[in-house]
């Protein structure tokens, strides 16, 4: 394997078109683990609700009819004690219902005898009392009633006395009972709270724990795209679940690896057989370029398209072997440092002589401060990378322009970047063709240009290959006024500048 094999490298189609996402409902959108995080805030927002609410009826009940049968009782015990009063002939009524009340806190009491009217206080009197219970009780028939007096909750006890023609009522305060009630309904909408929380909490750590495999996963394939085909998955733990997943992603990918190899090693096998032929084939023309002058001029004519389609052909199987070599992760990698300024210079100068009819020389633009920008590359490789810009730069616009070097942004390893665009004034690339172009065996329409003959849509693929291999990407774009420009972006040593 190589060094130097990450995701950033090779062209950055993926970047510059970046997968759109899928357009789910809200729900779907937000994502597995805050659904999971929500349902479980529901569902113990639902327990804590109906638990609570179960056990605020409960009690209210119970807490109601308890003190209704208390306060019954106590107005009974204080009827008896009225009657018993009456019959011995007492006149003293009110003090009499004050005796009565004595024993009772929170209750005030109500007598009518013979239509006269008595009451124990001025807090509560007949007035006071709901009519159809006042009605109720005086034409005979025991009740009780609850109702609002002042805005506090009552509870009336109405007993006729027919055997000395009284009818006796008691109201007991019940607004205590509405407080108790209060708190225990704040205590359980506070333990509703907490519990919603927590079920909310429990279901977060549960599911990140459940997706901790996926992260795994996810990031091996990354890196399997990206090229580290021996990525694999470790299986640390023990759950038959998880080693289920483990074992099938990595059998997965050592399929996938051993295709890609298979691949890779069968198109480098077809390449070298054919360089022997090939060089038989040169070896042969060699032979009757000798013979050119005794030619009729059809075979010259026929000569001349031999010779040239065997170039084609000869530079096909070396690009073809050097694209293999690299698929086949046996691409030697030999990396040295060196400063921007010369490498640039220097792969420039050496690739602009004998292009084409010498187009003018493109003007070599270096930030100064870029100079000395220290770069480990495989000189080769960015030398082949500058070569077949500037060739094609040479064959489809005319020959580049120039060439610039500036400073990229930071990269998300927090690496510095140098930029280096070749520019050309030609026709350019179209939109949807500047990704297509490092497509190997891809041709675009501009292809059937002056030397253009030459071409075996190779070319750019293999500028791709180098940039990965030298940790960097590589891109088209639009140049400034027209034409193309192609970036390459490379990683500087230690983000930092000599
Ligand atoms: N500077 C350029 N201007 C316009 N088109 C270009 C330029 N460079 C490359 N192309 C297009 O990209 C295609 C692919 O280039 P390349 O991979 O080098 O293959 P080849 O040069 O062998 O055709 C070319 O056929 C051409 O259409
Ligand atoms: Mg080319």
Redesign the pocket.
């Known amino acids: 394997m190589p060094h130097i094999r990450e995701a950033a490298g090779g062209t950055v189609t993926e970047a510059l078109s970046p997968r759109s996402r899928s357009r789910g409902t809200l729900w779907a959108r937000l994502g597995l683990r805050t659904r999971v995080t929500v349902m479980f805030g529901m569902g113990a927002l639902l327990l804590s609700a109906s638990m609570g609410g179960l056990s605020y009826f409960t009690t209210r009940h119970f807490l109601v009819s308890e003190r209704g049968t208390a306060s019954t009782h106590q107005a009974y015990v204080n009827a008896s004690l009225i009657r018993k009063e009456l019959r011995a002939g007492s006149t003293q009524l009110v003090p009499l219902l004050v005796q009565a009340d004595s024993g009772t806190a929170g209750s005030d009491s109500v007598l009518e005898v013979a239509g006269q009217w008595y009451a124990r206080s001025f807090s509560v009197s007949r007035s006071d009392l709901p009519r159809s219970f006042r009605r109720l009780v005086l034409s005979g028939s025991a009740a009780t009633q609850t109702f609002q007096l002042y805005g506090a909750p009552e509870f009336a006890v109405g007993i006729p006395i027919p055997s000395v023609h009284a009818v006796y009522f008691e109201v007991f305060a019940i607004s205590d009972l509405g407080g108790t009630l209060r708190v225990l309904a704040l205590a359980l909408f506070a333990a509703g709270l907490v519990t919603t929380i927590l079920g909310a909490a429990i279901g977060r750590s549960a599911s990140g724990r459940s997706l901790r495999p996926l992260t795994g996963v996810s990031r091996a394939a990354v890196a399997i795209a990206g090229g580290r085909l021996d990525t694999r998955l470790q299986a640390a733990s023990d759950d038959p679940d998880l080693v289920g997943l483990t074992t099938s992603f990595n059998q997965m990918v050592d399929q996938l690896q051993e295709r890609i190899e298979r691949e890779a090693r069968f198109t480098s096998d077809v390449s070298h057989e054919l360089r022997s032929p090939l060089t038989t084939l040169s070896a042969s023309l060699g032979v009757l370029e000798g013979y050119r002058t005794e030619l009729p001029p059809q075979a010259i004519r026929a000569l001349n398209l031999l010779t040239a389609e065997l170039r084609r052909f000869e530079r096909m199987v070396s690009d073809l072997l050097e694209i293999s070599r690299s698929d086949a992760g046996s691409a030697d990698v030999s990396l040295e440092e060196v400063t921007a300024g010369e490498l640039i210079q220097r792969s420039v100068a050496a690739n602009v002589r004998g292009l084409y009819g010498d187009p003018i020389p493109p003007e070599i633009r270096v930030d100064p401060d870029i100079y000395t920008a220290r770069l480990r590359v495989d000189k080769r490789r960015f030398e082949r990378i500058m070569a ?1 810009l500037l060739e ?2 040479a ?3 005319g020959g580049a322009t120039s060439v610039e070097a500036h400073y990229g942004p930071q990269r998300h390893d927090g690496r510095s970047t140098i930029r280096v665009s070749v520019i ?1 004034h ?4 179209d939109r949807s063709e500047r990704t297509k ?1 490092f497509e190997r065996f ?6 059937g240009k002056r030397g ?1 003959g030459t ?7 293999l500028v791709a290959e180098h940039t990965r291999l030298n940790d960097g990407r590589v891109w088209a774009e639009e140049a400034e006024g027209g034409g ?1 420009c192609f970036v390459v972006e490379l990683p500087i040593v230690n983000g930092t500048i000599t």
């Open positions: 077949n094609n730069a064959i489809y616009a050309d030609g026709a350019g690339l172009v891809y041709r675009g329409h501009s292809s253009a071409g075996t849509g190779l070319g750019l693929a193309a």
